[in-house]
């Protein structure tokens, strides 16, 4: 299996646009997590779902975040409209069994919002 | 809600020497306790993991010690080699509420050869 398939790898983008980060799961896995990464607040929880619904959102930082997954094969993160202190590593991560079993993380999205 | 603490935030060893890192929780009902590492560029990866129904857990170089009383655990690995060198988290997950994941701060390893 490739693993977790995040695209894309980089993104740098201007204060007001919007962005939108992709993750593929292991095929098979139910869960699946957004994390998001910076020097200040460590690694945070935003939403994870299980079997493709939205299970617990409340990491969320504002309602400019927004997350769906649409089949078992895929999900996506938007920001819109982004800000700077969105800059982070948003890391896409999946599991069989849920949050007390191995997590499978993505090598995540550097975002750098100007 | 639960809060993590790990120290320390930068750890230095000689190769072949062992290296320890320490993490506390305030959750006593916590009751899984995960250790991932992340290396330059890419993901977390699971090393290793502990149950509150253990004391201490061992793979190969990596060992992991839990204390419930104290609510502490600390990661320990023997014989450091150079691809040691990362990025170490520690993690507690509370057994009730929310069922989230809560990381450390985080230790940077360095295996100087």
């Known amino acids: 299996d490739a693993g977790v398939i995040q695209s894309p790898r980089h993104e740098v983008t201007e204060m007001g646009q919007e962005v939108t980060l992709r993750c593929k799961p292991i095929?098979?896995?139910?869960?699946l997590f957004w994390y998001r990464q910076t020097m200040m607040r460590g690694l945070e929880l935003l939403i994870y779902?299980?079997?493709?619904?939205?299970?617990?959102d409340s990491g969320m930082p504002e309602d400019r975040f927004s997350a769906k997954m649409p089949n078992a094969s895929f999900s996506t993160l938007k920001i819109q409209p982004s800000e700077p202190r969105d800059s982070a590593v948003y890391f896409c991560?999946?599991?069989?069994?849920?949050?007390?079993?191995?997590?499978?993380f993505g090598s995540g999205t550097q975002l750098s919002v100007l | 809600g639960e809060n993590v603490e790990q120290h320390p935030s930068t750890l230095s060893v000689q190769e072949g020497d062992s290296a320890v890192i320490k993490c506390t929780y305030s959750d006593s009902a916590s009751n899984y306790f995960p250790w991932y590492k992340q290396e330059l560029g890419k993901g977390p990866q699971l090393i290793i993991d502990i149950r509150s129904n253990v004391g201490e857990k061992k793979d190969q170089r990596i060992a992991v010690t839990l204390n419930k009383t104290a609510k502490h655990f600390s990661l320990h690995i023997t014989e450091t080699q150079p691809e040691d060198s990362a990025v170490y988290f520690c993690a507690a997950s509370p057994l009730y509420g929310t069922d989230k994941l809560i990381f450390g701060t985080g230790t940077r390893l360095q295996v100087f050869p």
């Open positions: 779902f299980n079997n493709n619904v939205p299970i617990d």
């Open positions: 991560a999946s599991s069989p069994q849920g949050l007390k079993e191995k997590l499978f």
């Open positions: 095929s098979g896995h139910d869960y």
